[in-house]
Protein backbone atom coordinates (compact mmCIF):
# COMPACT_ATOMS: atom_id res chain seq x y z
CA UNK A 1 0.00 0.00 0.00
CA UNK A 2 0.99 3.59 -0.53
CA UNK A 3 2.34 5.47 2.22
CA UNK A 4 1.89 9.42 2.58
CA UNK A 5 4.82 11.38 3.04
CA UNK A 6 3.45 12.78 6.69
CA UNK A 7 3.09 8.98 7.82
CA UNK A 8 6.55 7.97 6.05
CA UNK A 9 8.20 9.95 8.59
CA UNK A 10 6.37 8.56 11.29
CA UNK A 11 7.28 4.87 10.47
CA UNK A 12 10.59 5.72 9.75
CA UNK A 13 11.46 7.36 12.92
CA UNK A 14 9.32 5.07 15.07
CA UNK A 15 11.45 2.12 13.56
CA UNK A 16 14.45 3.70 13.59
CA UNK A 17 14.41 4.62 17.61
CA UNK A 18 11.87 1.38 18.22
CA UNK A 19 13.58 -1.41 20.63
CA UNK A 20 14.81 -4.08 18.29
CA UNK A 21 14.16 -7.51 18.41
CA UNK A 22 17.61 -8.61 19.71
CA UNK A 23 19.54 -8.11 22.97
CA UNK A 24 21.65 -5.22 21.60
CA UNK A 25 23.95 -3.44 24.45
CA UNK A 26 23.19 -0.57 26.72
CA UNK A 27 25.13 2.04 25.57
CA UNK A 28 22.61 1.08 22.21
CA UNK A 29 19.58 1.15 24.41
CA UNK A 30 20.45 4.74 25.66
CA UNK A 31 20.76 6.19 22.04
CA UNK A 32 18.02 4.74 20.80
CA UNK A 33 16.21 6.10 23.81
CA UNK A 34 17.64 9.58 22.59
CA UNK A 35 16.56 8.86 19.21
CA UNK A 36 12.77 8.21 20.94
CA UNK A 37 12.49 11.99 22.87
CA UNK A 38 14.22 13.52 19.59
CA UNK A 39 11.22 11.61 17.26
CA UNK A 40 8.18 12.73 19.50
CA UNK A 41 9.51 16.32 19.91
CA UNK A 42 9.45 16.31 16.20
CA UNK A 43 13.36 17.20 15.60
CA UNK A 44 16.28 15.75 14.05
CA UNK A 45 20.12 15.16 14.64
CA UNK A 46 22.45 14.32 11.72
CA UNK A 47 21.75 10.56 12.37
CA UNK A 48 17.97 11.14 12.06
CA UNK A 49 17.96 13.38 9.34
CA UNK A 50 20.08 11.06 7.05
CA UNK A 51 17.87 7.79 8.35
CA UNK A 52 14.60 10.18 7.33
CA UNK A 53 16.60 10.93 3.83
CA UNK A 54 17.15 7.17 3.02
CA UNK A 55 14.14 5.24 4.85
CA UNK A 56 11.68 7.62 2.77
CA UNK A 57 13.60 7.26 -0.33
CA UNK A 58 13.44 3.22 0.06
CA UNK A 59 9.91 2.94 0.56
CA UNK A 60 9.72 5.26 -2.56
CA UNK A 61 11.21 2.52 -4.21
CA UNK A 62 14.79 3.42 -4.08
CA UNK A 63 17.69 1.33 -3.38
CA UNK A 64 20.24 2.67 -1.15
CA UNK A 65 23.57 1.83 -0.89
CA UNK A 66 26.49 3.15 1.67
CA UNK A 67 29.44 1.82 1.96
CA UNK A 68 33.10 3.08 3.51
CA UNK A 69 35.21 1.82 6.58
CA UNK A 70 33.35 2.46 9.26
CA UNK A 71 30.01 3.24 7.82
CA UNK A 72 27.47 0.43 9.68
CA UNK A 73 28.26 2.32 12.97
CA UNK A 74 29.61 5.31 11.86
CA UNK A 75 33.18 6.43 12.44
CA UNK A 76 32.13 8.64 15.65
CA UNK A 77 29.49 6.23 16.77
CA UNK A 78 26.33 7.98 15.95
CA UNK A 79 24.66 6.01 12.84
CA UNK A 80 23.94 2.58 14.33
CA UNK A 81 22.77 1.39 11.17
CA UNK A 82 23.47 -2.66 11.86
CA UNK A 83 22.55 -3.61 15.32
CA UNK A 84 24.39 -6.63 17.03
CA UNK A 85 22.65 -9.47 19.62
CA UNK A 86 25.01 -9.76 22.68
CA UNK A 87 24.68 -13.18 22.64
CA UNK A 88 24.30 -14.80 19.46
CA UNK A 89 26.85 -14.10 17.41
CA UNK A 90 26.84 -13.11 13.92
CA UNK A 91 23.00 -12.22 14.51
CA UNK A 92 22.41 -8.59 13.23
CA UNK A 93 19.28 -6.53 12.80
CA UNK A 94 19.13 -3.35 10.35
CA UNK A 95 16.12 -1.25 11.19
CA UNK A 96 16.03 0.42 7.95
CA UNK A 97 15.63 -2.63 6.28
CA UNK A 98 12.48 -3.20 8.40
CA UNK A 99 10.53 -0.42 7.73
CA UNK A 100 7.97 -1.73 4.97
CA UNK A 101 7.01 -5.17 3.10
CA UNK A 102 7.07 -2.83 -0.03
CA UNK A 103 10.37 -1.04 0.37
CA UNK A 104 13.55 -1.26 -1.33
CA UNK A 105 16.70 -2.96 -0.13
CA UNK A 106 18.91 -0.86 2.02
CA UNK A 107 22.86 -2.20 1.41
CA UNK A 108 25.00 -1.06 4.00
CA UNK A 109 28.48 -2.33 4.55
CA UNK A 110 31.81 -1.97 6.35
CA UNK A 111 34.82 -1.44 3.48
CA UNK A 112 38.14 -2.69 3.60
CA UNK A 113 41.02 -0.47 4.12
CA UNK A 114 41.58 0.49 -0.02
CA UNK A 115 39.93 3.92 -0.56
CA UNK A 116 40.76 3.50 -3.90
CA UNK A 117 38.84 -0.03 -4.80
CA UNK A 118 35.74 0.68 -2.78
CA UNK A 119 35.38 3.96 -3.98
CA UNK A 120 35.84 2.80 -7.54
CA UNK A 121 33.71 -0.14 -7.31
CA UNK A 122 31.00 2.50 -5.56
CA UNK A 123 31.26 4.55 -8.61
CA UNK A 124 30.60 2.12 -11.31
CA UNK A 125 27.96 0.76 -9.16
CA UNK A 126 26.09 4.08 -9.48
CA UNK A 127 26.61 4.09 -13.36
CA UNK A 128 25.19 1.15 -13.78
CA UNK A 129 22.20 1.70 -12.13
CA UNK A 130 21.17 5.43 -12.04
CA UNK A 131 18.09 4.73 -9.59
CA UNK A 132 20.07 3.85 -7.05
CA UNK A 133 21.17 6.11 -4.17
CA UNK A 134 24.99 5.03 -3.88
CA UNK A 135 26.61 6.49 -1.40
CA UNK A 136 30.80 5.93 0.10
CA UNK A 137 31.88 7.42 3.61
CA UNK A 138 35.59 7.98 4.38
CA UNK A 139 36.58 7.12 7.49
CA UNK A 140 37.88 10.90 7.88
CA UNK A 141 37.44 12.84 4.90
CA UNK A 142 41.25 12.97 4.92
CA UNK A 143 41.85 9.50 3.80
CA UNK A 144 40.18 10.20 0.35
CA UNK A 145 43.74 10.87 -0.65
CA UNK A 146 44.54 7.30 -1.70
CA UNK A 147 41.47 7.69 -4.08
CA UNK A 148 42.52 10.50 -5.55
CA UNK A 149 43.34 9.09 -9.19
CA UNK A 150 39.33 7.83 -8.95
CA UNK A 151 38.36 11.18 -8.07
CA UNK A 152 40.63 12.75 -10.77
CA UNK A 153 40.14 10.96 -13.56
CA UNK A 154 36.52 9.73 -13.33
CA UNK A 155 34.15 11.76 -10.64
CA UNK A 156 35.41 14.85 -11.59
CA UNK A 157 35.28 14.46 -15.26
CA UNK A 158 33.84 11.64 -16.57
CA UNK A 159 30.30 13.36 -18.17
CA UNK A 160 32.71 15.19 -19.71
CA UNK A 161 34.81 12.50 -21.17
CA UNK A 162 32.62 9.43 -21.80
CA UNK A 163 28.99 11.28 -21.34
CA UNK A 164 28.58 8.82 -18.20
CA UNK A 165 26.35 10.24 -15.07
CA UNK A 166 26.74 9.53 -12.09
CA UNK A 167 24.95 9.92 -8.67
CA UNK A 168 27.37 8.96 -6.07
CA UNK A 169 27.88 10.81 -2.94
CA UNK A 170 30.80 11.32 -1.40
CA UNK A 171 30.47 11.61 2.49
CA UNK A 172 34.15 13.00 4.18
CA UNK A 173 34.21 14.28 7.30
CA UNK A 174 35.78 17.34 7.65
CA UNK A 175 36.61 20.09 10.49
CA UNK A 176 39.85 21.79 12.61
CA UNK A 177 39.03 20.29 15.88
CA UNK A 178 42.36 19.74 17.19
CA UNK A 179 42.79 16.03 15.89
CA UNK A 180 46.07 16.60 14.10
CA UNK A 181 47.18 17.27 10.66
CA UNK A 182 45.39 13.32 9.46
CA UNK A 183 42.42 13.71 10.56
CA UNK A 184 41.23 17.44 10.15
CA UNK A 185 40.43 18.36 6.48
CA UNK A 186 39.20 16.27 3.42
CA UNK A 187 41.38 18.85 1.37
CA UNK A 188 38.23 20.90 -0.04
CA UNK A 189 40.08 23.52 -2.04
CA UNK A 190 41.22 20.58 -3.62
CA UNK A 191 37.68 19.63 -5.27
CA UNK A 192 36.85 23.13 -5.63
CA UNK A 193 39.74 23.92 -7.99
CA UNK A 194 38.34 21.10 -10.27
CA UNK A 195 35.19 23.12 -10.59
CA UNK A 196 34.09 23.93 -13.92
CA UNK A 197 32.70 27.20 -13.57
CA UNK A 198 33.81 30.86 -14.47
CA UNK A 199 35.41 32.79 -11.51
CA UNK A 200 34.66 35.96 -13.52
CA UNK A 201 31.03 35.31 -14.50
CA UNK A 202 28.21 36.33 -12.30
CA UNK A 203 26.09 33.88 -13.98
CA UNK A 204 23.09 36.43 -14.46
CA UNK A 205 20.16 34.90 -16.31
CA UNK A 206 21.12 31.21 -15.74
CA UNK A 207 18.64 29.61 -13.60
CA UNK A 208 19.53 27.69 -10.44
CA UNK A 209 18.91 24.36 -12.60
CA UNK A 210 20.55 25.40 -15.60
CA UNK A 211 23.50 25.65 -13.29
CA UNK A 212 23.15 22.06 -12.06
CA UNK A 213 22.89 20.80 -15.35
CA UNK A 214 26.42 22.48 -16.32
CA UNK A 215 28.35 21.61 -13.44
CA UNK A 216 30.63 18.74 -13.28
CA UNK A 217 29.64 18.01 -9.80
CA UNK A 218 28.13 19.90 -6.56
CA UNK A 219 30.31 20.56 -3.11
CA UNK A 220 28.43 21.05 -0.46
CA UNK A 221 29.35 22.16 3.31
CA UNK A 222 25.93 21.36 5.15
CA UNK A 223 25.21 22.80 8.64
CA UNK A 224 21.71 21.47 9.18
CA UNK A 225 20.38 17.64 9.37
CA UNK A 226 17.10 19.28 7.44
CA UNK A 227 19.68 20.59 4.09
CA UNK A 228 21.53 17.04 4.29
CA UNK A 229 17.94 15.65 4.02
CA UNK A 230 17.40 17.39 1.13
CA UNK A 231 20.61 17.13 -0.62
CA UNK A 232 20.86 13.41 -0.34
CA UNK A 233 16.74 12.98 -1.82
CA UNK A 234 17.42 15.89 -4.41
CA UNK A 235 20.26 13.28 -5.75
CA UNK A 236 16.85 11.10 -7.02
CA UNK A 237 14.57 12.93 -7.81
CA UNK A 238 16.82 15.54 -10.07
CA UNK A 239 15.87 14.88 -13.89
CA UNK A 240 19.63 13.93 -13.95
CA UNK A 241 22.57 12.33 -12.12
CA UNK A 242 25.53 14.62 -11.09
CA UNK A 243 28.03 13.56 -8.63
CA UNK A 244 27.80 15.25 -4.51
CA UNK A 245 30.59 15.81 -2.37
CA UNK A 246 29.35 16.70 1.25
CA UNK A 247 32.15 17.73 3.83
CA UNK A 248 30.04 16.38 6.64
CA UNK A 249 30.40 17.30 10.27
CA UNK A 250 32.11 15.59 13.49
CA UNK A 251 31.32 17.48 16.51
CA UNK A 252 28.16 18.50 14.78
CA UNK A 253 26.56 15.37 15.48
CA UNK A 254 25.65 15.60 18.99
CA UNK A 255 25.56 19.54 18.69
CA UNK A 256 22.74 20.50 20.70
CA UNK A 257 22.21 23.78 18.28
CA UNK A 258 22.57 21.29 15.02
CA UNK A 259 19.44 20.43 14.88
CA UNK A 260 15.89 20.13 12.42
CA UNK A 261 12.64 20.12 13.03
CA UNK A 262 10.31 17.55 11.02
CA UNK A 263 8.30 20.63 9.61
CA UNK A 264 12.12 21.69 7.83
CA UNK A 265 11.42 18.27 5.99
CA UNK A 266 7.88 18.09 5.02
CA UNK A 267 6.52 18.48 1.58
CA UNK A 268 6.66 22.34 0.42
CA UNK A 269 10.35 22.36 1.77
CA UNK A 270 13.81 22.08 0.06
CA UNK A 271 17.43 22.30 -0.15
CA UNK A 272 18.64 25.81 1.22
CA UNK A 273 21.80 26.87 -0.80
CA UNK A 274 22.42 29.96 1.02
CA UNK A 275 20.57 30.48 5.16
CA UNK A 276 20.61 33.95 5.63
CA UNK A 277 19.65 35.28 9.13
CA UNK A 278 16.68 37.12 10.32
CA UNK A 279 17.52 40.10 11.33
CA UNK A 280 17.48 44.47 11.46
CA UNK A 281 20.07 44.80 8.86
CA UNK A 282 20.32 48.51 9.45
CA UNK A 283 22.17 48.45 12.66
CA UNK A 284 24.17 45.66 11.24
CA UNK A 285 28.11 46.58 11.00
CA UNK A 286 29.68 43.70 9.21
CA UNK A 287 28.37 40.82 7.38
CA UNK A 288 30.05 37.25 7.58
CA UNK A 289 29.99 34.64 5.06
CA UNK A 290 30.90 31.35 6.06
CA UNK A 291 30.29 27.58 5.47
CA UNK A 292 29.86 24.18 7.61
CA UNK A 293 31.25 23.54 10.78
CA UNK A 294 32.68 27.26 12.02
CA UNK A 295 28.80 28.75 11.65
CA UNK A 296 28.23 27.28 15.44
CA UNK A 297 31.75 28.50 16.68
CA UNK A 298 31.00 31.92 15.51
CA UNK A 299 27.27 32.02 16.38
CA UNK A 300 28.32 31.15 20.16
CA UNK A 301 31.49 33.55 20.15
CA UNK A 302 29.40 36.18 18.84
CA UNK A 303 26.91 36.00 21.78
CA UNK A 304 29.60 35.66 24.26
CA UNK A 305 30.54 39.20 22.63
CA UNK A 306 27.22 40.68 22.72
CA UNK A 307 27.53 41.76 19.28
CA UNK A 308 24.15 40.03 17.72
CA UNK A 309 22.78 43.12 16.35
CA UNK A 310 26.44 44.50 15.17
CA UNK A 311 27.31 41.36 13.23
CA UNK A 312 25.30 39.25 10.76
CA UNK A 313 26.37 35.51 9.56
CA UNK A 314 25.32 34.12 6.15
CA UNK A 315 25.71 30.51 5.43
CA UNK A 316 26.45 29.22 1.79
CA UNK A 317 26.18 25.07 2.36
CA UNK A 318 26.24 24.59 -1.48
CA UNK A 319 29.80 26.29 -2.41
CA UNK A 320 29.58 24.54 -6.09
CA UNK A 321 27.37 25.43 -7.99
CA UNK A 322 27.83 28.63 -6.45
CA UNK A 323 24.61 30.18 -5.97
CA UNK A 324 25.04 33.72 -7.73
CA UNK A 325 21.42 34.82 -7.47
CA UNK A 326 21.22 34.42 -3.79
CA UNK A 327 24.87 35.38 -2.67
CA UNK A 328 23.68 38.72 -4.96
CA UNK A 329 19.99 39.22 -3.33
CA UNK A 330 22.42 38.27 0.68
CA UNK A 331 24.93 41.11 -0.32
CA UNK A 332 22.54 43.85 -1.29
CA UNK A 333 20.12 43.32 2.13
CA UNK A 334 23.08 45.32 3.57
CA UNK A 335 23.85 48.99 3.81
CA UNK A 336 26.49 50.33 1.15
CA UNK A 337 29.18 50.64 3.80
CA UNK A 338 28.85 47.41 5.58
CA UNK A 339 32.09 45.50 6.42
CA UNK A 340 31.53 42.13 4.00
CA UNK A 341 34.46 39.06 5.12
CA UNK A 342 34.74 35.44 4.23
CA UNK A 343 35.63 33.32 7.44
CA UNK A 344 36.69 29.61 7.47
CA UNK A 345 38.21 27.51 10.35
CA UNK A 346 41.19 25.96 7.21
CA UNK A 347 44.13 27.70 6.52
CA UNK A 348 44.16 30.88 3.58
CA UNK A 349 46.02 28.48 1.14
CA UNK A 350 42.77 25.15 1.78
CA UNK A 351 39.17 25.65 2.49
CA UNK A 352 37.14 27.68 0.44
CA UNK A 353 38.86 31.28 0.69
CA UNK A 354 40.57 30.97 -3.03
CA UNK A 355 37.25 29.86 -4.73
CA UNK A 356 34.64 32.06 -3.42
CA UNK A 357 36.99 35.53 -3.14
CA UNK A 358 36.44 35.94 -7.19
CA UNK A 359 33.22 34.90 -7.33
CA UNK A 360 31.88 37.02 -4.08
CA UNK A 361 33.50 40.28 -5.81
CA UNK A 362 31.95 39.71 -8.95
CA UNK A 363 29.22 41.01 -6.91
CA UNK A 364 29.94 43.72 -5.17
CA UNK A 365 30.42 47.47 -6.08
CA UNK A 366 33.98 49.26 -6.64
CA UNK A 367 33.60 50.60 -3.04
CA UNK A 368 33.34 47.38 -1.00
CA UNK A 369 35.97 45.15 -0.24
CA UNK A 370 36.31 41.41 0.88
CA UNK A 371 37.90 40.80 3.32
CA UNK A 372 39.93 37.57 4.80
CA UNK A 373 39.61 36.29 8.12
CA UNK A 374 40.69 32.51 9.25
CA UNK A 375 44.53 31.01 9.62
CA UNK A 376 47.30 31.80 7.96
CA UNK A 377 48.97 29.86 5.03
CA UNK A 378 50.63 26.50 5.79
CA UNK A 379 51.90 23.47 4.34
CA UNK A 380 50.07 20.97 6.54
CA UNK A 381 46.49 20.57 6.90
CA UNK A 382 46.46 21.15 10.61
CA UNK A 383 48.78 21.48 13.75
CA UNK A 384 49.49 18.15 15.85
CA UNK A 385 49.70 20.48 19.14
CA UNK A 386 46.76 21.08 21.09
CA UNK A 387 47.83 24.15 22.85
CA UNK A 388 48.47 25.82 19.52
CA UNK A 389 45.46 24.59 18.02
CA UNK A 390 43.52 26.45 20.76
CA UNK A 391 45.74 29.53 20.33
CA UNK A 392 44.99 29.41 16.55
CA UNK A 393 41.47 28.97 17.53
CA UNK A 394 41.60 32.11 19.73
CA UNK A 395 42.80 34.23 16.87
CA UNK A 396 40.46 32.92 14.12
CA UNK A 397 37.73 34.40 16.53
CA UNK A 398 39.05 37.70 17.57
CA UNK A 399 39.84 38.45 13.90
CA UNK A 400 36.62 37.30 13.02
CA UNK A 401 35.18 40.30 15.59
CA UNK A 402 36.94 42.72 14.92
CA UNK A 403 35.78 45.56 12.66
Given amino acids: AEVSTQSTGKIIAETFSADPPIKVHPGIKRILKGRKKMAEAQEADWALGEALAFGSLLMEGYHVRLSGQDVERGTFSHRHHVLHDQDVDGKVYNPLQNLSSSQQKYSVSNSSLSEFGVLGFELGFSQHNPNSLVCWEAQFGDFFN?????VDQFISSGQDKWYRQSNLVMLLPHGMEGMGP???SARMERFLQMC??????RYEGVSPDQQLWDCN???MNITTPANMFHALRRQMYMKFRKP???????SLLRHPLAKSPFSEM???TSFKPVIPENLDVSK??????CSGKVYYDLIEERAKRGLEEEIAITRVEQLHPFPHSMVDEELKRYPQGTQISWVQEEHKNAGAWSYVKPRVENHLSTEQHFRYNGRGPAASAATGNKKLHK?????????SFAF
Fill in 196 to 201: NDDEDS
Fill in 217 to 219: WQI
Fill in 146 to 150: TAQPI
Fill in 284 to 289: TKKLIL
Fill in 182 to 184: EHS
Fill in 244 to 250: LVVFTPK
Fill in 266 to 268: TPG
Fill in 391 to 399: TEYKKLMDD
